[in-house]
Structure formats: structure tokens, C-alpha cells
């Protein structure tokens, strides 16, 4: 279950830049969220035609091949906001202060520079499916229907540039938290009672 983000704000420049990218974030996650339905609406089509008319929609695979990236990128930047993403807190649950923030600041780090490195690979492979003098803008094409690869090779590295700018933003964040001993527009590490207080808090106010 999803629960309230535990990201302090202010009027800083940096917790107005945190909130800017974060509406931005937002718009990913949803058009994540939109890709999953429609992988559902379209499994719904196919089955139908298949037991019903015995006519599946053509090129089923070749649309999921498709939206993978939506599915599987999009949402990536925004967890990472909310610190939503899977971890292994039993060290850093346990930390505090200014030796935790240099810690997530650490990690914050060397997760950049493997995202940077991701989105030049990514960017690069993109780069060999798109030709303007091709049909389609497309060099590669799926299997089924012929649909051009290149739309979706390029929803990674924009996935992984907005993650990049996010990781920057909390790499800076944990930098000024350590100098002033506050940190804001980064995840803070709660501990089970207040998880457990976020998730009744949310629940109440569902109803």
C-alpha cells in the first residue's frame, strides 16, 4: 500500500525546484499507470477475438513490447521522490543525523553515476534504430506488424534523464542537509510506528 511521502518542503530554491520536478514526475507515473490499463483493455480485446471470433488482435506481442518502457521506466523517477522503492534499511534504519545524510548522499552517488551511464547507452541505442531517411523514421521494426522500435527505445533514456535530475536534486539536498542539519526534498526514514501512522492516516483519509 502506497503510503504519504515523508519529503519535508520550504520556501527554498530547492524545495521549489523538488515540487516543479515532481509535477513533472507525476505526468510519467501516470502515463506508466495509462500503460498498464491499456495493456489490460488490450488482453481483453485479444482474448475476445481469440475465444469469441477466433480472430486475436494482430500484433498483441508487438504493442507490449511496446509499452514496456512506459510500464517498466516511467514511474522510476517519481518512487525514487517518494522514496517508495524497494531498500535495505537495517543499517540506515538505524542511523542518524549527519552521518545518515553522508551515507544517502554516498548512495545517492553512485546510483547517479549508474543512471548517467545508463541513459548514454540508452540514448546510443535509440540513436541506431532512428534514421530520417528510413520509412517510419525506424531502421528495426517488431516482428508482427512492422511497428517502428524507435518510440520505445527512446522512452528510456528519457525515463532515465528525469531519474538522473532527480538523483541531482537529492544528491544537492543531502549535501545542504549535512551543512545545516536538515534535509528537505529527499525521502526521510521512518520507522514502523510511523509508517504504520502514514498508512491509518491515508486510510482515514480515503473514507
Given amino acids: 500500500m502506497a503510503t504519504a511521502s515523508l519529503v519535508l518542503a520550504d520556501g527554498s530554491t530547492l524545495s521549489k525546484i523538488d515540487r516543479g520536478l515532481l509535477r513533472f514526475e507525476r505526468f510519467l507515473a501516470l502515463l506508466s499507470g495509462l500503460a498498464v490499463f491499456s495493456l489490460m483493455v488490450l488482453a481483453v480485446v ?25 510500464i517498466a521506466f516511467m514511474g522510476a523517477a517519481y518512487v525514487m521522490r517518494e522514496g517508495a522503492h524497494i531498500r535495505m534499511d537495517i543499517v540506515v534504519g538505524r542511523l542518524r543525523g549527519r552521518l545518515l545524510f553522508s551515507v544517502e548522499l554516498i548512495t545517492t552517488l553512485a546510483v547517479l553515476l549508474l543512471m548517467v551511464l545508463l541513459t548514454w547507452g540508452t540514448w ?3 540513436q541506431r534504430s532512428f534514421d530520417f ?23 528510456a533514456p528519457v525515463a532515465f534523464g528525469v531519474l538522473s535530475l532527480r538523483l541531482i ?16 526534498a529527499v525521502p526521510l526514514v521512518a520507522d514502523a510506528a510511523k509508517q504504520a501512522q502514514m498508512e491509518a492516516d491515508q486510510l482515514q483519509g480515503d473514507a
Avoid: C
Fill in 46 to 70: 485479444s482474448v475476445t477475438g481469440r475465444n469469441g471470433f477466433n480472430t486475436p488482435l494482430p500484433g498483441y506481442v508487438d504493442w507490449i513490447e511496446q509499452a514496456m518502457p512506459l
Fill in 124 to 126: 546510443a541505442h535509440f
Fill in 133 to 155: 531517411s528510413s520509412p517510419l523514421w525506424s531502421r528495426d521494426s517488431s516482428m508482427d506488424i512492422a511497428l517502428p522500435l524507435w518510440p520505445a527505445k527512446l522512452l
Fill in 169 to 184: 536534486l537529492q544528491a544537492w539536498a543531502y549535501m545542504r542537509a549535512i551543512v545545516t542539519g536538515q534535509a528537505i
